[in-house]
């Protein structure tokens, strides 16, 4: 006969407070390192919003938390835009999460022109601007995201002060599986960030230009950029995404008063 202590309530009993200490283990370490968490994402970005900038090379090895944060906070300013009227709003633009605030349908719109697979948009977006030694201004960033091959790519676009002039396109996040490393994961390589430098996103009438494509004539213009070898649906997803995020239910607005004096 086996005894009280084989019993299956004994075992059932072990197996709960076992699960229970678990639980609260794992729950009150989520909770303590979350501040942690939150800072190194908020860290990541912006040394990836300095490379964007041309202030740090992420490529040539490790920058250190230090140099990001002084580099960060003397030359960039972060702003949040009303997508809507193209308007600075108040609010923390360094926290400020713009996917959160877009699954939030008090805070986001569906775009009616989906081409990027951004499914909804936070009314309020991010927008970096970054000054010289003067004060002067040298580059504005915008954030861009789409769908590529596998994920969600997102990048920071960064502009002259011209808001036409590209200084680089920099991807720092696939979410999802990701692209295929050598294909759609070429979006970051340096030899491809390199070809955008120079590159005007108008044309002469303003309308937006600038093409990802195959088409020789059109990649060695100042509209065009070579599209990534073997990896067509990313490279549409870039295009995709540039479209959306400077059209109409994107940054169009915001650039618009921009070009037209809305930054001084």
């Not at 070809?195 to 303003?206: A, S, T």
């Not at 230009?209 to 065009?224: D, L, M, R, Y």
Request: aromatic share 10%; with cysteine.
């Amino acid at each position: 006969m086996a005894s009280n202590k084989d019993s299956f309530g004994r075992t059932l009993f072990v197996v709960v407070g076992l699960c229970f200490i678990c639980s609260v283990f794992v729950s009150t370490a989520a909770v303590l390192l979350k501040p942690t968490q939150q800072e190194n994402k908020l860290l990541d970005k912006q040394k990836y919003i300095l490379e964007a900038a041309g202030l740090v090379d992420t490529k040539s090895g490790s920058v250190e938390k230090d140099q990001i944060l002084a580099t960060y906070n003397k030359y960039v300013e972060a702003k949040l835009v009303d997508l809507k009227s193209g308007e600075w709003v108040d609010g923390d633009a360094n926290t400020f999460d713009a996917d959160k605030a877009a699954r939030n349908p008090e805070t986001s719109f569906k775009p009616k022109n989906d081409i990027a697979s951004v499914k909804n948009v936070a009314n309020t977006g991010v927008v970096y601007l970054v000054n010289d030694d003067k004060g002067e201004l040298q580059t504005v960033i915008i954030p861009v995201k789409g769908y590529g091959l596998w994920s969600t790519m997102y990048a920071f676009l960064a502009v002259e002060s011209d808001l036409n002039t590209v200084r680089s396109l920099v991807y720092y996040d696939f979410t999802g599986a990701g692209e295929t490393p050598g294909l759609g994961g070429e979006v970051q390589n340096p030899q491809w960030i390199a070809k955008w430098e120079g590159k005007k996103l108008y044309d002469e009438q303003g309308n937006l230009a600038i093409k990802v494509t195959k088409n020789p004539a059109i990649a060695n213009s100042v509209h065009g950029v070579d599209a990534l070898s073997g990896a067509t649906l990313t490279s549409n997803g870039v295009q995709y995404s540039l479209e959306f995020w400077l059209g109409e239910e994107g940054y169009a607005r915001f650039i618009e008063k921009a070009r037209n004096g809305g930054l001084s």
